[in-house]
């Protein structure tokens, strides 16, 4: 299987099998850096952060100087025609024809996607939104990997900003896939959105459960609120199992707890959004006293601002000025392989945990829009071009991911293709949670986000309609 011209858009691009390539040939580099150097010449990359950055983006550049190539670049929205109104997919394509690859950071979710289907050439992924950021992924595994020598079937604890910290979705998705149980730490209001657990209930085959603090003494809280554990094990269900708590389930000790920040820039700032971050949990000598931590590597993407007390740096356990450095290594492998200026040897046997799904896909004009306003296919600059689209996940409730930002929604109302044909009386429309609306194949399935909807296109409420 060959990498050269692939996208990175999201972790799920590489197989488990390709990560462990990639590291490979990371390790080979990082132990020969200069004589790296002409492995790249004459390409040019593009580096493109519509967000702030310091680690991904000097490290990129970084990395492709160190390969031989050369970089163009840009780092501000202001100072390109997108803010002249100009589409992201024109944007791409223009760049595609200066660039031999991209790397692009933006504020919108599915943004780079976007670029991916236009560009004509490789497009990697610096973080879009709160959605993934797989670069930063590779740098954790690709840490871990170093200090535990193996991915397999880890204890993970996943701490802070759990529902827009891009970093922790990319990096849940890896894990589950090496079969790892993870235990999530959300600070309060911060919970892991619930299309992302669900993905990792069905198609990670993980058994979630949630978990109570019962045994937690005031003193010395371990955790600021329940968490959400995910073991690899079968059956893979949902299971409130209210009497299992935290502390048991740390009790065979945690090989890395990874620490986020409070994501301010995805929050709308009020009062609210002040409280939740005074209650922001913060890791540091104390709590890592607990036996659970005592072989516990302490990783963190950076930047951070007070989750992480400054006195854990000169702990041995910290990691994170390692996983930063560790981006060098690791961008020249992932760059060097996707322009097809080296090979690696790629096993063909699945160690994933992961199922893949072939679900059917729902892209008519008429219908529903992404329910994420920071979605790509919600900005008026895409609309004129991009129809929104979705995977249909699920039938009973029946459920709608979009293909930008894996967003869910559920759609009120259906109809479908076949049954009218043409005629007039049979054009009818059905709640979605019906018997009836169920048996309707995925090719000629029709929604509505509301009664009017259906109605504005000439559809009549059927008898399966509550
Ligand atoms: N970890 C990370 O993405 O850092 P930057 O935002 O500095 O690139």
Redesign the pocket.
Known sequence: MKLANRNLVTIDDLSNEEMEALFSLADEMAGSIDAQYGLCRGKIMASLFF?????????FEAAMLRLGGRVISTVDVGATSLAKGESIADMARVVGSYADIIVI?HPWEGAARVVADYAGVPVIN??DGGHE?PT?TL?DLYTIRKERHSLERLRIALWGDLKHGR?IHSLIYALARFGASVLFCPGPGLELPEHVLRRLSTEYKGELKRCRNVDQVPERKLFPIDAVYITPSSPHQLAMLPDVSVRVELKAGVDALYVTRFQKERHVPTVEQQELKKKYPVVDKELLKGKEFAKTLVMH???RVDELACEVDSDPRSMYFK??AHGIPVRMALIAILLGSREVVISRESRSFAQKMDYPVYRRDSGVKCCNRNCVSNQETETKYMKPEFRIVNNAPLTLRCIYCEHELHPGYVASADWHQGKLENKKYHSADSRWARKIKPENLIVFASEDEAQAQQFKPSNYVK
Do not use: D, F
């Open positions: 967000e702030p950055s310091t680690r991904t983006r000097l490290s950071r610096a973080g950021h930063q740098c970093t993407p950076l930047p996983q930063a």
